[in-house]
């Protein structure tokens, strides 16, 4: 079965600072690897994804992720967090083992303050 | 850019109602899925479909039913609306299996 965590439920950080989002997974195959953001009152908007390939991953509005096979993880990273970039962030997996389902961590809400 | 929409953002229904929540897409995507949002849990999905008429079930498909006649429509059903049915319901498609899935905007459901 596959699974994901989000250990943190909130994470602080002052605008212009270095953020994290971490994710750790746990599937039987390969995983697919995905991040989402979903601002107040909103459906999720793709991050980015972890398909194969280079570990490091660039997606939207300059997040990045990095898979780490051995540590089973996939956080989500940025150089300079912004006040807009506050917002509630999924990650998910998908065991290439498995069929079309999409397991979601539990949600990570990042605030940025000014 | 693929669109996906909701019939409804907000609605209130009383118990043992019946509910239709729907879904389209304009990207002739294959897959279509259903999602409940609650705090603390993530996303937990209810029911998904490949195919026109075809669905799989999810981890949460009691007190559900879906519908899909259409490749671009699929519909989410509570034949008898309950309490513990109040959540916020998200839609998605997504076009082969690795690929990302897109989100509507949500409906968030009330039943009293």
């Known amino acids: 079965a596959q699974s994901v965590a989000q250990p943190e439920d909130q994470v602080n950080v002052a605008e212009g600072n270095p953020l994290t989002v971490k994710c750790t997974y746990s599937?039987?195959?390969?995983?697919?690897l995905f991040w989402y953001v979903q601002y107040p009152n909103r459906g999720l908007q793709f991050l980015l994804k972890?398909?194969?390939?280079?570990?490091l991953v660039k997606g939207s509005y300059g997040f990045e992720a990095e898979f780490n096979k051995s540590q089973t993880s996939f956080h989500l990273k940025k150089p300079s967090a912004l006040v807009s970039d506050s917002a509630l962030y999924f990650c998910?997996?998908?065991?290439?083992?498995?069929?079309?389902?999409?397991?979601f961590g539990g949600g990570t809400r990042l605030m940025v303050k000014p | 850019d693929v669109k996906v929409t909701q019939s409804s953002r907000y609605l209130v229904k009383r118990t043992g109602e019946k509910v239709f929540l729907e879904c389209v897409q304009d990207?002739?995507?294959?897959?279509m899925f259903w999602y409940r949002q609650d705090p603390g849990l993530g996303l937990r999905l209810i029911y998904f479909s490949y195919d026109v008429k075809m669905k799989e079930k999810g981890d949460i498909p009691e007190g559900y039913s879906v519908s899909r006649e259409k490749k671009e429509r699929f519909s989410l059903i509570l034949e008898s609306a309950s309490t513990n049915q109040t959540s916020m319901y998200l839609c998605?498609?997504?076009?082969?299996?690795?690929?990302?899935?897109?989100f509507g905007p949500g409906t968030r459901l009330t039943v009293t």
């Open positions: 972890y398909i194969t390939g280079d570990n």
């Open positions: 990207m002739d995507h294959e897959n």
């Open positions: 998605a498609s997504s076009l082969y299996r690795v690929h990302e899935q897109y």
């Open positions: 998910a997996v998908r065991d290439s083992n498995a069929g079309n389902m999409l397991t």
């Open positions: 599937v039987s195959g390969n995983p697919y």
